[in-house]
């Protein structure tokens, strides 16, 4: 036969669309032609197939042969491809039967040798390829990520032999069996071992609980970076949807995460650019928004950053993704994180105390760095003050992070089976429904908005951690109490 149709996946953002790499061997002079948007890197692809082949001891026809990568408006871009080529001229070239490569997608890199390098975004073609009920060829080295992917009929080769002896039925390739993980193993260090900071300590369980942005601000040397590493050791597990979107997220920018149903933690230095932080490039790539999806986002020193640099999370914190427009493609992330932030009062650090010395105007122009629309998007602003020597003298004290972690896991669930989605992302007449409250309790709200000059979006975001405070207390309705600590965490908002 002198035609061949090997399926395999692009990559675009964190989508894998279908591409068909269709071979023709004809009459004529040697040579091959690849058509079909190919980008440098997978023009190159010619002379890896041709050595990988004769290397392998398989024949290169000596025929003209055109490649053609459908379809033709998709850019193709990297060494991905190599491995559905090879197999089509070896399919075309009738050195390997026709059949062998029905209803089978595959992905993989060659080396000159014959060798299969890993691909990166083999998570989502997983998912899309099980999707469409098909089998998958990826990798070796892919295999622990893929097989994240429950019940894919996947096969995992490490050479162009060893697959090709798969495919002919003489042997079959090992198969790859996923690593056993446990939640709960997880290396944070522990609440317990903070001393004092009552009140940050349940800001931080009500951050948890509800999936809120908070903002610790105080002196230098109070704990405000210790409480924020606390963090990871109190959030629920990601679910099985949840952890195959943050995966597919790494696979893309190259990266591997060891356990996979742990919340990611990012913590970008305060140097980052937007692009660094929102993703983006000529070959577009996630940022560490992206990256911190389902998980946690900390900006340690927030004034230190650009002010650009912030104000490009506005928008995500609000529709949980980015998108990132270039020349000839646009790509969208996934950026549902929470932010956790944490700032010193002034930029000595010490404001109100009596040794401050900055000036008002050196401190209002160190606040200012943060605009109003960005500290709106943040729930929970919480003083961190020092603690006396005879505090931190104390044993530790108070309940771990496992026992925290329980009564955050039980609130998000009650949260999930009220409303289907955590109390932070209340909207619309969800928000109007679950977090109604009496006309008593309206009115006590109404008159801390006006003292405090709260606008609209700080008042929703208001109702939505007392709807969290409500679910900790293990109450139906929200309270006037739960509104009065919901109030108490716009502490920032007092100062300003």
């Given at each position: 036969?002198?035609?061949?149709?090997?399926?395999?996946r692009?990559?675009?953002?964190?989508?894998?669309?279908?591409?068909?790499?269709?071979?023709?061997?004809?009459?004529g002079?040697?040579?091959?032609?690849?058509?079909?948007?190919?980008?440098?890197?997978?023009?190159?692809?010619?002379?890896?197939?041709?050595?990988?082949?004769?290397?392998?001891?398989?024949?290169?026809?000596?025929?003209?042969?055109t490649?053609?990568?459908?379809?033709?408006?998709l850019?193709?871009?990297?060494?991905?491809?190599?491995?559905?080529?090879?197999?089509?001229?070896l399919?075309?070239?009738?050195?390997?039967?026709?059949t062998?490569?029905?209803?089978?997608e595959?992905?993989?890199?060659?080396?000159?040798?014959?060798?299969?390098?890993?691909v990166?975004?083999?998570?989502?073609?997983?998912?899309?390829?099980?999707?469409?009920?098909?089998?998958?060829?990826?990798?070796?080295?892919?295999?622990?990520?893929?097989?994240?992917?429950?019940?894919?009929?996947?096969a995992?080769?490490?050479?162009?032999?060893?697959?090709?002896?798969?495919?002919?039925?003489?042997?079959?390739?090992?198969?790859?069996?996923?690593?056993?993980?446990h939640?709960?193993?997880?290396?944070?260090?522990?609440?317990?071992?903070?001393?004092?900071?009552?009140?940050?300590?349940?800001?931080?369980?009500?951050?948890?609980?509800?999936?809120?942005?908070?903002?610790?601000?105080?002196?230098?040397?109070?704990?405000?970076?210790?409480?924020?590493?606390?963090?990871?050791?109190?959030?629920?597990?990601?679910?099985?949807?949840?952890?195959?979107?943050?995966a597919a997220?790494?696979?893309?920018?190259g990266?591997?995460?060891?356990?996979?149903?742990?919340?990611?933690?990012?913590?970008?230095?305060?140097?980052?650019?937007?692009?660094?932080?929102?993703?983006?490039?000529?070959?577009?790539?996630?940022?560490?928004?992206?990256?911190?999806?389902?998980?946690v986002l900390?900006?340690?020193?927030?004034?230190?950053?650009?002010?650009?640099?912030?104000?490009?999370?506005?928008?995500?914190?609000?529709?949980?993704?980015?998108?990132?427009?270039?020349?000839?493609?646009?790509?969208?992330?996934?950026?549902?994180?929470q932010?956790?932030?944490?700032?010193?009062?002034?930029?000595?650090?010490?404001?109100?105390?009596?040794?401050?010395?900055?000036t008002?105007?050196?401190?209002?122009r160190?606040?200012?760095?943060i605009?109003?629309?960005?500290?709106?998007?943040?729930?929970?602003?919480?003083?961190?003050?020092?603690?006396?020597?005879?505090?931190?003298?104390?044993?530790?004290?108070?309940?771990?992070?496992?026992?925290?972690?329980?009564?955050?896991?039980?609130a998000?669930?009650?949260?999930?089976d009220?409303?289907?989605?955590?109390?932070?992302?209340?909207?619309?007449?969800?928000?109007?429904?679950?977090?109604?409250?009496?006309?008593?309790?309206?009115q006590?709200?109404?008159?801390?908005?006006v003292?405090?000059?709260?606008?609209?979006?700080?008042?929703?975001?208001?109702?939505?951690?007392?709807r969290?405070?409500?679910?900790?207390?293990?109450?139906?309705?929200?309270?006037?109490?739960?509104?009065?600590?919901?109030?108490?965490?716009?502490?920032?908002?007092?100062?300003?």
């Open positions: 036969m002198s035609l061949a149709t090997v399926h395999t692009a990559l675009l953002g964190v989508e894998s669309p279908p591409v068909t790499v269709e071979v023709h061997l004809s009459g002079l040697p040579g091959l032609t690849m058509v079909g948007l190919p980008e440098t890197a997978v023009k190159e692809s010619r002379e890896r197939v041709r050595s990988a082949l004769l290397n392998c001891h398989f024949e290169f026809p000596a025929r003209r042969i490649i053609n990568l459908a379809p033709a408006d850019p193709k871009e990297g060494g991905r491809y190599d491995l559905a080529i090879a197999l089509g001229i399919v075309a070239s009738n050195q390997l039967p026709i062998v490569l029905n209803n089978t595959v992905l993989g890199e060659l080396t000159l040798g014959g060798e299969i390098r890993p990166q975004g083999a998570i989502s073609a997983a998912m899309a390829v099980k999707h469409c009920g098909r089998r998958l060829v990826l990798p070796a080295d892919n295999a622990q990520e893929a097989s994240l992917v429950s019940q894919l009929d996947c995992y080769a490490k050479d162009l032999l060893s697959l090709c002896a798969h495919l002919r039925g003489e042997h079959r390739l090992p198969e790859f069996a996923p690593i056993a993980e939640v709960n193993d997880r290396q944070a260090p522990d609440m317990s071992e903070v001393k004092g900071q009552e009140q940050a300590k349940r800001a931080l369980e009500v951050a948890a609980a509800g999936g809120h942005n908070l903002l610790y601000f105080g002196p230098p040397g109070t704990g405000k970076t210790l409480l924020a590493q606390r963090l990871p050791g109190i959030l629920p597990p990601l679910t099985e949807h949840q952890a195959l979107s943050v997220i790494y696979s893309v920018a990266l591997h995460r060891q356990q996979h149903f742990c919340p990611p933690i990012r913590h970008p230095h305060h140097t980052a650019s937007a692009v660094a932080l929102v993703g983006g490039g000529s070959n577009p790539k996630p940022g560490e928004i992206s990256l911190a999806h389902s998980g900390f900006l340690d020193e927030l004034p230190e950053f650009q002010r650009s640099v912030l104000e490009v999370m506005r928008e995500p914190l609000e529709n949980g993704r980015i998108d990132i427009a270039r020349a000839n493609r646009q790509v969208s992330y996934p950026a549902a994180f932010l956790i932030a944490a700032m010193n009062p002034c930029p000595c650090g010490h404001y109100p105390e009596p040794r401050c010395s900055c008002p105007d050196q401190v209002r160190y606040r200012s760095k605009s109003g629309p960005l500290l709106d998007r943040i729930d929970l602003h919480v003083a961190v003050i020092n603690q006396p020597p005879s505090r931190l003298q104390q044993l530790p004290g108070g309940d771990s992070s496992g026992v925290i972690r329980q009564r955050v896991i039980a998000r669930q009650r949260q999930v009220r409303q289907g989605v955590s109390n932070a992302h209340l909207a619309g007449r969800n928000l109007d429904q679950h977090c109604a409250i009496d006309a008593p309790s309206a006590f709200l109404e008159q801390a908005t003292k405090l000059g709260l606008s609209a979006r700080a008042y929703h975001r208001i109702l939505r951690v007392a969290t405070l409500a679910d900790l207390a293990l109450s139906d309705t929200v309270q006037r109490s739960h509104l009065a600590e919901a109030i108490g965490y716009r502490q920032l908002d007092r100062t300003q």
